[in-house]
């Protein structure tokens, strides 16, 4: 240290009188040497305690004790140093500055050295304090440690990075032990059993002790300090987590969607609550007072022996385990009560709706409780607001509630029918005026243009779920006449939805049955129709019962009544085409009649096919006559005759040679259906049709009939038919027509040339 010792000589030459108090050349050395070999000794003592794994505690406070003898030396001569030799040695600031900072560096080191000292008493006490169960103590400990380790970083023990590693691996592991004793005591402190009993009930129970088998002296206050412990590093959020997990799934959900039992006992050593629900012999109790009754009751339970812990206290407030429960499953457990309880307490009619005032005061002491017991947060009324809105959920649900049962209407089966008859009314339309009379004179202009019997639905057969749909409608209407404006404009408009709805409805519900019943798709069209009648003229008949605010409004339900009778039409034209096509498919691959032109021999299976053709036709007849409405049918059957028909003259007309026995086969085969095709038009409490009456409504009826006397007359007959264009034979067939089957049914001879001849 030769730049001390020419300081300290330098000091004193220049005043012997203050040499006294900055102390000898050997003192300063024998004070860097001191502080060095404290230097090298603690680290040599912490590298043997943590990187070699020895013990070595005895030495360790030895130490500690050499450090601090050292740190107060040191402290003394650098107030020496700045009060005697700054002042004395004004020539050599340069040199005085060089002793200062080697004198901070060196005490720099021992300040880095106490420390790591420091890290490593509170890592011993830490762990004691763990064992005794003084956990929030130990986690207080080892915060500081983290802090210490990370000063110990930024001074001049950075350079011994083999101890910092190995402190750090010692902190990390007696975290890893607090937190496996405090899970351990967590886990004793509760417990949750689950149990079947016989008859079908399922029990689950959360057991609280207050008593730990690790510890005889356990209570309240060691449990706010593990819980504090848990909150300080990092845990405990997690195992609220789990906890509200588990009281959602196996406490609060029970209660709120089953009308689950409560049940408390209370023992030596803690509580035990039990939540029954589930069996044969289960009664409801999902009313909304008592789910918020036995709520209560878990809240206060749990509240009084566990909930009510502080965990942490910062400047504002308290922080206990309730708030931290509400903040993890608060809103979903307010949205399940809202959906599951109090939503299902709003009644679905306004007779009952006085009965949910109850409900609401249940509802706002519920909130006020669980705000006080702070699950819930100040600024949270929604359970209050959502049962003090009452009028609008009521709304919402009563009109959710109309348009379902109209959706289950909707989906019923389609065969259950009843018959309806034409309204014989005793006079014109009737208009009612707001208290429901018949007023004795309308304005309507269309009550003078209009019979009494224009607006008569035809008989038929309709769904009886449609008979209770429109009762439904009329229920919901008549409602809205003693409702409020905008009660009774969401009835209105619910109205109109239910009539959307079924377009879209049972297209879908009864696609099955609509593709592959043909009495199916003649229902729907009937029940289409029928709503479509009644959509006519909703709106007119209920105007000026409605409130006054609607009054002035567009208030009809025409457009659906359009929508209506676009559906029964789709839906049943398109069974129609259905229906074609099997009947055609089977003329083309069971009648065979171009194969019946040149083998006589096929007249069988010909006449075989052509039954199946009147079979698939005469069930049409049984299904639908009783269904549809007279003229419907009428002109549903005719169509599909037509087709018929029409397929059979196309393949007779085009054949190029028809043997005589081939013609005699396909007389015979012709006639089966000519005889059976009037018995189509036959309904049972209507007028028989006569033959002129299936020639019009059948397309192609007479050039059919023409074709089997074609079929059997000579070369002769069918001259004097034709009747130079006059006759019958001209009337349905054309020159070429006639043509064809003179050239298929007859040798070229000079005779049939005469006849080719005479028809142009």
């Not at 609060?252 to 009308?259: L, M, V």
């Not at 409780?369 to 959920?393: C, H, I, P, R, T």
């Not at 006059?726 to 054309?734: C, N, Y």
Request: hydrophobic share 40%; proline share 2%.
């Amino acid at each position: 240290m030769p730049l001390v010792g020419d300081v300290l000589a330098s000091i004193r030459r220049g005043g012997r009188e203050r040499s006294g108090k900055v102390g000898t050349e050997g003192h300063m050395e024998e004070m860097v040497r001191q502080a060095e070999e404290a230097h090298v000794g603690l680290l040599q003592a912490l590298r043997t305690r943590y990187v070699e794994l020895s013990s070595a505690v005895s030495d360790t406070a030895f130490l500690q004790q050499h450090v601090e003898a050292t740190l107060h030396s040191i402290t003394d001569l650098h107030t020496s140093i700045e009060q005697d030799v700054v002042s004395a040695v004004k020539g050599s600031v340069g040199e005085v500055g060089g002793v200062v900072r080697r004198w901070k560096e060196v005490q720099g080191s021992l300040e880095a050295a106490n420390t790591l000292l420091d890290i490593h008493t509170l890592l011993e006490d830490s762990m004691k304090a763990a064992a005794d169960h003084k956990f929030l103590e130990s986690a207080e400990h080892l915060a500081k440690v983290e802090n210490l380790l990370q000063e110990a970083s930024e001074k001049e023990i950075e350079k011994e990075l083999d101890i910092m590693n190995a402190l750090q691996e010692e902190l990390v592991m007696r975290r890893t032990q607090l937190l496996y004793s405090i899970s351990e005591v967590w886990q004793e402190t509760l417990t949750w059993e689950e149990e079947r009993q016989p008859d079908g009930k399922r029990s689950v129970s959360l057991s609280v002790l207050l008593k730990q088998k690790t510890t005889s002296n356990w209570n309240e206050q060691q449990l706010q300090q593990m819980l504090g412990a848990l909150y300080m590093l990092g845990e405990l959020h997690r195992q609220i987590t789990t906890l509200g997990r588990n009281l959602m799934k196996h406490f609060f959900e029970p209660i709120i969607q089953h009308g689950a039992t409560v049940k408390a006992m209370e023992r030596s050593d803690g509580v035990v609550l039990t939540v029954t629900h589930g069996g044969k012999d289960s009664q409801d109790t999902r009313q909304a007072t008592i789910v918020l009754m036995r709520l209560k009751e878990v809240f206060t339970i749990l509240s009084k022996v566990l909930l009510s812990v502080v965990v942490n206290t910062t400047s504002s407030r308290e922080i206990t385990l309730m708030n931290m429960l509400g903040d993890e499953i608060g809103n979903d457990f307010k949205d399940i009560l809202i959906k599951d309880c109090i939503a299902d307490a709003i009644p679905y009619s306004r007779a009952e709706l006085s009965h949910f005032d109850k409900v609401k005061a249940a509802a706002e002491d519920f909130q006020n409780f669980l705000v006080e017991k702070g699950f819930f947060k100040e600024q949270d009324k929604s359970l209050m607001e959502y049962a003090a809105n009452v009028d609008v959920v009521f709304s919402n649900k009563a009109c959710a509630h109309i348009l379902e049962r109209a959706r289950i209407l909707m989906k019923q089966p389609l065969h259950i029918t009843v018959c309806i008859t034409p309204l014989e009314p005793g006079g014109p339309l009737i208009i009612q005026d707001v208290t429901g009379r018949k007023q004795d004179q309308s304005t309507m202009r269309l009550e003078k243009l209009l019979s009494a019997k224009s607006l008569n639905m035809p008989k038929c057969q309709i769904s009886t779920s449609v008979c209770d749909l429109v009762e439904l409608i009329y229920e919901t209407l008549e409602e809205a006449c003693t409702s409020s404006p905008e009660y009774a404009g969401r009835l209105f408009y619910t109205v109109h939805n239910i009539l959307t709805l079924y377009s879209h409805v049972v297209p879908t519900a009864h696609a099955h049955q609509l593709a592959t019943l043909p009495q199916q798709a003649a229902i729907v069209h009937n029940n289409s129709m029928y709503l479509a009648h009644h959509a006519l003229f909703l709106g007119h008949q209920y105007r000026l019962r409605l409130p006054q605010a609607l009054r002035i409004a567009t208030i009809t339900t025409i457009d659906q009544a359009q929508e209506l009778r676009k559906m029964a039409s789709s839906i049943f034209l398109k069974a129609m085409q259905n229906h074609r096509i099997a009947l055609i498919t089977t003329l083309r691959e069971s009648v065979c009649l171009d194969s019946l032109g040149c083998d006589a021999s096929r007249a069988e299976k010909t006449q075989q096919g052509m039954r199946q053709v009147i079979h698939q036709l005469q069930l049409l007849h049984r299904v639908w006559q009783d269904v549809l409405p007279y003229r419907v049918y009428i002109k549903a059957i005719s169509r599909l005759v037509s087709s018929v028909v029409e397929e059979v003259v196309a393949r007779v007309v085009t054949m190029e040679d028809i043997s005589a026995d081939a013609a005699l086969a396909l007389i015979t085969t012709l006639i089966l259906l000519k005889e059976f095709v009037p018995s189509l038009f036959k309904v049972e409490g209507e007028e028989e049709p006569g033959q002129g009456e299936v020639l019009r409504d059948v397309a192609l009826w007479g050039k059919f009939s023409e074709l089997i006397v074609v079929l059997g007359a000579s070369l002769q007959d069918i001259q004097d038919r034709w009747a130079q264009g006059k006759g019958p034979l001209a009337h349905e067939f054309t020159p070429d027509e006639a043509k064809q089957l003179v050239r298929a049914l007859f040798q070229n001879t000079d005779r049939r040339a005469k006849v080719l001849a005479r028809i142009k």
